[in-house]
């Protein structure tokens, strides 16, 4: 994976996601804080889906945040202090876990794809699954969208919430000959 400068489009590192005992097919979800760089990888059967932790300036991996997991981990979310990362599972829900112990803090169980932010001071966590958008702790549901396949992509800055939803097209019907 490369990693390059904002500013000015330079190559800053290339960071190795798989090394000689773990086969990794692709990465998906990436959150970034400081110099730390948490990914979320598919790997062989034996690695599984994980989170691993980077050290972005030198590339290397610190380690393996959270053990395999037995469905695609589809988005990461740090909290503002780096303190926490919320991660979504396919099928599964999202979880929180403390970035410095690896420990699970709280599940929240949904299905179906979905996305997770935490609000700019931390203090709510939004998760988008069965085709809602929720606010954590309280739960609230703040748009339902009404598709349960539906994915959300979302990013809260200062009192907004910006979130679209993926829209599919009708199937496309032959027409007869």
């Known amino acids: 994976m490369k990693v390059f400068s904002v500013s000015n489009g330079a190559e800053l590192n290339l960071v190795r996601v798989g090394d000689s005992q773990d086969t990794v097919n692709y990465v998906r979800g990436l959150a970034l804080r400081n110099n730390d760089l948490f990914v979320g990888v598919c790997g062989s059967v034996s690695l599984g889906y994980r989170i691993a932790q980077f050290h972005l300036a030198t590339g290397e991996k610190v380690r393996w945040l959270t053990g395999p997991a037995t469905t695609e981990i589809y988005a990461l979310a740090l909290s503002s202090d780096g303190s926490r990362l ?26 179906t794809g979905g996305n997770v932010g935490f609000s700019p001071d931390g203090s709510r ?11 954590i702790p309280d739960g609230t549901a703040l748009w339902n969208i009404g598709d349960n396949w539906s994915e959300g992509f979302f990013h809260p800055m200062g009192d907004s919430l910006p979130f679209a939803r993926r829209v599919t097209t009708p199937p496309i019907t032959a027409l007869p000959v």
């Not at 919320?86 to 599940?107: C, E, I, K, P």
């Open 125 to 135: 966590l939004f998760v988008s699954g069965n085709g809602t958008l929720h606010s």
């Open 86 to 111: 919320a991660f979504r599972n396919h099928y599964v829900g999202a979880t929180v876990v403390d970035t410095v112990s690896g420990q699970s803090l709280t599940s929240i169980p949904t299905s």
